[in-house]
């Protein structure tokens, strides 16, 4: 595919419980994708969602198996976002940052040029990529010419909720956020009057990176939250026009959201919690 | 066991054009009114204004009707009557409830006709045609908290108007969290005699999908996927409804 106007390819990957998906998931993939067009730097070619897999053990998490069942529902009728279920099939809770490595993988192998040179690490360091000899002809670092096409970007899209929760102690590993706002980015959307921008600046890791950190603001407040979705249906209130009628529909079908389903993982620690709080002793100043 | 009262629920405005958040409003009406144990409601109907209403940007009744019925044809209790949008002149809130409301006491006595004719003439007594449906729906006008507050607004309604809408069909407003719609009740003396007929509900998950939004964004080609059905989009694409041009004229 030509790249005649040098604008960078972008990927947006969104990572979360998605416990259920809701309109406002899916509209922050609209918002981002509008934004970073109107950017003129941008060409989004796709969306990612990945559901986290239940080894996260949050609290009312039902199954992956539903919960992407759902998103790919949701995404039927979406000509670019669609549903990654690796994250959700591994045994383990992933870091954030090795799904984002694991893309990025992804992207790179995929891409005719420059996929041996932008190799990164998979999860099991002594497994090697079997290189194809000859294949490709490694173009040069940072030239891009109709012939050639460099690996998409790939950003870490989410809400403002997820940039602060970075603040929480022990939930993220400083060298994590450090890696995914320097090689990554972030695309994050907020409401009007929000703290991000102050987050940001009170951050000395979030402030060198702030080039590649996109605040986006909702000009629609939107408050469709999974917690809310998931309380109106344990009160037999309808849900219709906060979710696609799909997911309504299959939730309907199979029951999915009741008082029991919402005290699963009660009195589990946080997958994160547990692994960081085990090995971290010393406080880090993101 | 006391009987439920059927109610119908008509919302009135521009539908311009119609989004998630309009379709929501009934639901969450709906929900409210069953809570209470004395409603069971029966029908939802959006009526589009007609024309010469005269805002700014309103595109033709015949697109706005179109759209509203491809974002309700997933609905299986809410539909879009045409019938103020047909009409030559602008029609007054109250007119539009009339309207309604004779025709849905027209379709009672239509169907208890047929009833009457379609059961032996022994069981066919008033009584027995009563206890089918004992009492003939109350009508009640959806809308958001905010127009409670355009009643005190000088000129725009007609005091005899906001009394019979208030006193012989009744309103169900919605409002979000963090707002007091009590106030405006309190803060008239008509409203506060028929407090009992308003019915306050709460939007507690946040979604406020403006039309003006809606149109300003699809001027400017920013997309408004999952906020108005896949449908209208497509449909607003095909006609190419909504343009600059569209947003200037009256």
Request: net charge neutral; charged share 25%; proline share 4%.
């Amino acid at each position: 595919m030509e790249n005649p106007d040098n604008k960078t390819e972008v990927v947006l990957l969104a990572c979360g419980s998605f416990n259920p998906i809701t309109n406002m998931h899916l509209r922050l993939f609209e918002l981002a994708k509008d934004y970073l067009h109107e950017t003129g730097k941008y060409n989004v070619i796709k969306g990612i969602i990945s559901p986290v897999g239940d080894a996260y053990k949050k609290k009312s998490l039902i199954s992956a198996n539903h919960r992407v069942t759902m998103a790919k529902l949701a995404t039927e009728s979406s000509d670019w976002v669609q549903v990654d279920d690796w994250e959700s099939s591994q045994n383990e809770w992933l870091e954030t940052l090795k799904v984002l490595r694991y893309h990025h993988q992804k992207l790179a192998s995929s891409t005719p040029a420059n996929s041996l040179q932008n190799a990164v690490p998979l999860i099991k360091p002594g497994r090697k990529r079997k290189q194809e000899a000859n294949r490709y002809i490694p173009a040069k670092k940072n030239q891009l010419s109709p012939e050639t096409k460099g690996v998409p970007q790939l950003k870490l899209l989410c809400g403002a909720d997820m940039l602060e929760s970075f603040g929480i102690p022990n939930l993220w590993k400083l060298e994590d956020i450090t890696e995914i706002v320097a090689n990554h980015g972030l695309v994050c959307i907020t409401r009007a009057g929000n703290n991000a921008q102050k987050f940001i600046y009170e951050s000395d890791t979030l402030w060198q990176h702030k080039n590649n950190i996109h605040l986006i603001e909702e000009w629609i407040t939107n408050d469709i939250s999974s917690t809310k979705i998931r309380r109106a249906l344990r009160r037999g209130q309808s849900i219709r026009y906060l979710v696609p009628d799909a997911v309504q529909a299959y939730i309907e079908k199979h029951n999915l959201y009741s008082p029991e389903s919402e005290d699963r993982n009660v009195g589990v620690i946080l997958a994160p919690l547990q692994k960081y709080a085990r090995g971290c002793k010393q406080e880090q100043t993101l | 066991m006391k009987s439920r009262i059927p109610l119908v629920l008509l919302a009135c405005g521009s539908f311009n054009p119609i989004t998630n958040m309009h379709m929501r409003l009934f639901e969450l009406a709906r929900d409210h009114l069953h809570q209470t144990g004395r409603y069971r409601v029966i029908e939802g109907i959006i009526s589009p204004v007609s024309d010469n209403y005269g805002k700014k940007g309103l595109v033709s009744a015949r697109h706005r009707v179109a759209m509203a019925q491809l974002a309700l044809e997933t609905s299986d209790w809410i539909r879009v009557d045409p019938w103020e949008s047909e009409q030559e002149k602008w029609t007054e809130t109250v007119k539009v409830l009339r309207h309604h409301y004779n025709e849905s006491l027209r379709s009672l006595h239509f169907r208890k006709e047929l009833m009457r004719n379609n059961w032996p003439t022994e069981r066919a007594t008033e009584d027995f045609l009563s206890s089918l449906d004992p009492v003939s729906p109350e009508l009640k006008l959806l809308c958001g908290a905010d127009i409670l507050k355009t009643f005190s607004t000088p000129n725009l309604w007609k005091e005899e108007h906001i009394k019979e809408i208030v006193e012989k069909f009744g309103l169900v407003c919605i409002s979000r969290a963090g707002s007091d719609p009590v106030q405006y009740i309190s803060e008239s003396e008509l409203l506060t005699r028929f407090q009992h007929n308003i019915h306050l509900v709460t939007e507690w998950i946040q979604n406020e999908i403006s039309a003006t939004h809606i149109r300003h964004a699809l001027c400017k080609g920013l997309s408004v996927k999952y906020l108005i059905p896949d449908s209208v989009i497509s449909y607003i694409k095909d006609y190419n409804i909504y343009t600059e041009e569209s947003e200037r004229e009256k």
